[in-house]
């Protein structure tokens, strides 16, 4: 007897359609900006009617905010799992400052950046989304790390929150800022590491006591 899933062909094949859809909206959403991008674009980018696109995302808006988180959830490196708090803290942090740099600075995060700061103080519903998504969850996965640190190896942490805003705006320096606004390139690689150990250098030194 044959069994009756559920899971019928339709539903995988609705599924294709929405990660088409949400595709289609990263990519068009970085090249054209937000206003300028319309759900028809997005439903002839990704091979289906304007009214499929609706059907999964109810507007505009709705489509901008699914598309940026998961735009930043391809981008966030897993920074913090399975951190082994055993190892010597330096080494542990290098870590850290080496991925979150690479992540910061990669082109694909510089144009999301600049995407975001075009819809400015008039569409803060939509950068706030971006920053849940995005830099709040780094920050939150840094403050719970430099908590569980704080009391140990000479360290301590009045508010490992404000101290792990230190530590990332560090390893942002002015070169992110330049790359931000165009006058700027990527660090080759000897560059960036002696970027990382000089940070995790100066914020040791900060926080020992």
Excluded: W
């Excluded at 901008?64 to 735009?71: I, L, N, P, Q, W």
């Excluded at 939150?140 to 790390?145: A, G, I, K, S, V």
């Excluded at 000089?198 to 006591?209: I, P």
């Amino acid at each position: 007897m044959k069994s009756t899933s559920l899971a019928g062909p339709g539903r995988p094949k609705d599924q294709a359609k929405r990660q088409a859809i949400l595709d289609a909206a990263k990519s068009l959403f970085i090249r054209n900006g937000y206003i300028q991008t319309s759900m028809d674009a997005v439903a002839a980018e990704a091979g289906v009617s304007k009214l499929t696109v609706y059907s999964h995302f109810v507007d505009k808006e709705t489509l901008f905010s699914c598309a940026v988180v998961a735009r930043c959830e391809e981008q966030v490196p897993e920074l913090f799992v399975d951190v082994p708090m055993d190892a010597p803290v330096e080494k542990v942090l290098l870590g850290i400052a080496r991925g979150f740099q690479t992540l910061i600075n990669s082109p694909e995060s510089i144009d999301l950046n600049r995407l975001i700061i075009t819809l400015g103080p008039q569409a803060s519903s939509l950068t706030q989304v971006f920053f849940e998504a995005g830099p709040q969850r780094v920050l939150h996965e840094l403050e719970r790390f430099l908590g569980k640190l704080s009391g140990k190896n000479g360290l301590h942490f009045e508010s490992p929150l404000n101290a792990a805003g230190h530590f990332l705006s560090l390893i942002k320096g002015v070169h992110h800022f330049r790359l931000l606004i165009g006058t700027g390139e990527i660090a080759d690689e000897q560059t960036a590491d002696h970027h990382a150990r000089e940070v995790v250098t100066l914020f040791l030194k900060a926080y020992r006591v």
